[in-house]
């Protein structure tokens, strides 16, 4: 049974920063490709970033340059490092991995785990 367990969330002024952990067992994630999406209240989840083969990494537009993924193999745990924050980005945030052929789709991926809230004060 494969659990993907999420933390690090919380309440940020703007421009500030946040590292969310995802902590998973029951796959070993460095054959997997884990991705990180948000869902901000009355909209769709939507593609944050994603990793694989180690250090192969694809982000939203709206992110690049403020978001870090990466992962420790070792600890079966992937973060994303969150920098430069906008009351934009509030949302919860999941991390999840692809079942599927898409990086960028949230229903390729499956094994949600609960989320955590980020919310971003102006």
């Known amino acids: ?44 989840r939507q593609f944050v970033a994603a990793s694989w083969n180690g250090d192969s990494v694809l982000y939203a ?24 924050l906008l009351p934009e980005d509030t949302a919860v945030y999941y991390c999840a991995v692809r079942i599927g052929a898409y990086y960028g789709r949230p229903n390729h991926y499956g094994y949600w785990g609960q989320g955590t809230q980020v919310t971003v004060s102006s």
Do not use: H
């Not at 703007?14 to 054959?31: D, F, K, V, Y």
């Open 1 to 44: 049974q494969v659990q993907l367990v999420e933390s690090g969330g919380g309440l940020v002024q703007a421009g500030g920063s946040l590292r969310l952990s995802c902590a998973a067992s029951g796959r070993t994630i460095s054959t997997s490709v884990m991705g990180w999406f948000r869902q901000a209240p009355g909209k769709e």
């Open 61 to 84: 537009d709206s992110v690049k340059g403020r978001f870090t993924i990466s992962r420790d193999n070792a600890k079966n745990t992937v973060y994303l490092q969150m920098n430069s």
